[in-house]
């Protein structure tokens, strides 16, 4: 006879701190498998260059941050999701919601409702970049600014390649791993617990949204990556299933990818990010406004209500 899952009648809080062991745990074991890995590649002088913090000055050490990434994402995010399903369900699919493919017309609504709101996230992203703290917290205020232009500069370093076989690496490593990793562990995971726990659909949302955009450290971007993490949200509620905003978010971060790889290797000269930005374009950001909200609307009821019909009708 099969024993019931570990942690399948632990309350909601015990299991929140139990995914938080899990993952301290796989980021120390998969960073340090990633070091080891690393070592026939890099040699030896691995261990000095990922102690002694980041040294940008050179492609070979850019390769290996890349690589290091990779297995971070891998250890935060994709494993500890993977064992904490499993420990709760063992069907980690069906747990997951990732056991069934949907239908591409919900696929596409969520990526066109993406492209659809970026000018109103971008002019959040403006907005939210020119918020000042009081005097008082001016230090701060200084540090968090300094925290946002070495996180710029580690992107750009990294985004900043000429060859196709530069490009998918940094696909797979900005878009399609994040992608998976965190829908798994924000939307798959949290959002589903803190419903639990809250029994409210939209404070679970607004809880994962702000621990979504909270883990990026970016300080002068939080707002519009959790308006974003509110509509990731949203779209797996609506959807019932993790592909959905998995996909989405994929298409969100790989087409920033490409743009800025078209732009660095002056194929094109578009910029994406300033559409909205400028903030004086009004008729463009109240649109993706109301677009955004009339899409979600439709998702809305096509996806959830129409289910919701169909269940009653079985019934």
């Not at 390649?161 to 900005?174: D, E, K, R």
């Not at 990556?225 to 949203?234: A, D, N, Q, S």
Request: hydrophobic content about 55%.
């Amino acid at each position: 006879m099969n024993k019931e899952p570990f942690l399948k009648n632990f309350s909601q809080p015990l299991k929140l701190i139990s995914l938080l062991i899990i993952i301290i745990i796989s980021v120390f074991i998969i960073n340090v498998i990633g070091v080891l890995l690393a070592l026939p590649f890099w040699g030896n002088n691995v261990i000095t260059t990922f102690t002694e913090g980041m040294n940008l000055n050179s492609a070979e050490n850019i390769g290996f941050y890349k690589f290091l990434q990779i297995f971070n994402h891998l250890g935060m995010f994709i494993i500890p999701s993977i064992l904490f399903a499993f420990l709760i369900n063992r069907n980690i699919g069906k747990y997951l919601r990732i056991n069934r493919f949907p239908k591409l017309f919900t696929i596409l609504s969520g990526i066109l409702l993406i492209m659809v709101c970026m000018p109103f996230i971008n002019w959040l992203m403006t907005m939210n970049g020119m918020m000042k703290l009081p005097e008082a917290f001016s230090g701060i205020e200084e540090w968090m600014r300094k925290s946002e232009d070495s996180a710029e500069l580690i992107t750009n370093k990294f985004l900043n390649v000429s060859s196709i076989g530069g490009l998918l690496i940094n696909l797979f490593m900005i878009a399609i791993i994040p992608a998976i990793g965190e829908e798994f562990l924000f939307r798959g995971i949290l959002q589903k617990q803190f419903k639990l726990w809250f029994g409210n659909i939209h404070i679970a949302i607004f809880i994962s949204a702000f621990l979504f955009s909270a883990m990026h450290i970016q300080f002068f971007g939080f707002i519009p990556r959790l308006v974003l993490g509110v509509i990731l949200g949203y779209l797996y509620y609506f959807s019932r299933n993790l592909w959905v905003p998995i996909i989405t978010h994929l298409f969100n971060n790989g087409i920033a990818v490409i743009i800025y790889f078209l732009n660095f290797n002056k194929i094109m000269s578009t910029d994406i990010d300033k559409l909205g930005s400028e903030g004086n374009d009004y008729i463009l950001i109240l649109g993706s406004l109301i677009f955004s909200i009339v899409l979600m609307l439709s998702i809305y009821k096509r996806e959830y209500l129409r289910k919701r019909l169909k269940t009653k009708k079985e019934d």
